[in-house]
């Protein structure tokens, strides 16, 4: 019954063209496609809709993931297109420099220009492995 079923991950945005605008000068992330509804579009292979709405901003937890194999390398690009690491001091979470280690992999968190708080995270090789396999097995799906 589900086995053509994708997934979308959904953000929103107070501002559209600013939201945009984001994900272009921090990213260079282009939309795959733009209408009334919002812009659609594909991160690693998984399509991300940015939509307008008032509660933009307002989750308090991370909103999506964006996973790398070289966290060290992203955060340093991201820093030089003005990008702001968030700092966590919670009970089982806390960063250094914007960095949470957790043994095997490490997580860093910021906000986009709509307020959502998107992480990075380097998994281990092991569960970036097991990632990439199950997205190869949905595309042939």
Do not use: C
């Amino acid at each position: 019954m589900f086995e053509r079923m994708m997934a979308m991950a959904v953000l929103p945005a107070a501002d559209l063209d600013r939201a945009q605008a984001f994900w272009r000068d921090v990213f260079g992330f282009e939309p795959a496609h733009v209408d009334e509804g919002g812009a659609i579009y594909e991160l690693g292979g998984v399509p991300v809709l940015v939509y307008e709405s008032s509660f933009a901003g307002t989750a308090g937890s991370t909103a999506m993931s964006l996973v790398t194999d070289d966290l060290d390398r992203d955060m340093t690009a991201l820093r030089t297109h003005g990008l702001v690491f968030l700092d966590y001091d919670f009970p089982g979470l806390q960063t250094v420099d914007g960095v949470a280690d957790f043994g095997d992999g490490r997580s860093a968190w910021f906000t986009d220009s709509e307020g959502n708080i998107v992480a990075l995270t380097q998994p281990s090789p092991q569960l970036q492995s097991l990632a990439r396999k199950a997205m190869a097995a949905a595309s042939n799906g």
